[in-house]
């Protein structure tokens, strides 16, 4: 005999923490049965126990489908991003912050949220961030800045630019997981004490200066 179970309304945390379960059956029989939980938004359950309802006392085995809600966990390009970690929105956000950087070493790494190679990268890119409290790391998502990431030549990922004040444009690179070492060798070449005379330099072909002069004429057009 096999029975389908089915369960309506259930969370991850008590089936996680759930070892054994008691189920009413004809004749308020119970039988403790033994649930293996895990922790996936869509699971199914086989459960063998022994009955004494059934006559030759074979294992009788149940398949429990569960739908497990869970809270929304953070994804895995927002795990582990330290105060020293900015999401990029927009071109113009990406000229301000750069802009307002002044002479810290500013690290701009090009991801997609599909790209396995930056996933593999992410958690080795947090911890040295963990370690650089001084840097400012950028994260730019291509699938949201595309314009951008074109304007800049990113064509492939992950991408990594490096900045600093009055020097502009240290250096860019494609960078893995296997290849790491790279990011710490441009994080050791540029990252010394110095202080930039002058404003921060442009942004490959968008520049800065442009930028806000662009801004004040648009200010001015509706007086004149």
């Known amino acids: 005999m096999a029975a389908i179970v089915r369960l309506l309304s259930c969370n991850s945390s008590l089936l996680n923490s759930l070892h054994q379960t008691q189920f009413l059956f004809k004749k308020n029989t119970k039988r403790v049965l033994s649930v293996a939980a895990d922790s996936s938004l869509s699971s ?5 126990s022994r009955f004494g309802i059934n006559p030759r006392n074979r294992p009788l085995q149940f398949k ?3 739908t497990i809600t869970e809270t929304e966990q953070p994804k895995w390009w927002e795990k582990n991003a330290g105060p020293n970690m900015i ?3 927009s071109t113009q956000e990406f000229l301000n912050t750069l802009s307002e950087a002044g002479d810290k070493l500013v690290i701009v ?10 996933r593999a990268l992410f958690p080795k890119l947090c911890k040295t961030a963990q370690e650089h409290p001084e840097i400012l790391f950028l994260k730019v ?14 064509k492939v990922l992950p991408y990594f630019h490096f900045y600093r ?3 502009g ?4 690179f494609s960078c893995s997981l296997a290849k790491f070492q790279k990011i710490k060798d441009a994080i050791q070449t540029h990252n ?4 930039s005379i002058g404003p921060n330099k442009g942004v490959g072909d968008v520049n800065l200066e442009t930028v806000s002069a662009s801004k004040n004429k648009q200010a001015e057009s509706p007086s004149s």
């Open 44 to 48: 199914d359950f086989i459960i063998t």
């Open 64 to 66: 429990i489908q569960a």
């Open 87 to 89: 999401d990029i929105h």
């Open 109 to 118: 790494e090009f991801y997609g949220t599909w790209c396995a190679s930056c």
């Open 141 to 154: 998502n291509f699938d949201e800045n595309k314009p951008m990431c074109k304007n800049l030549n990113v």
């Open 165 to 167: 004040g009055a020097d």
């Open 169 to 172: 444009q240290l250096e860019s």
């Open 192 to 195: 010394t004490d110095r202080c």
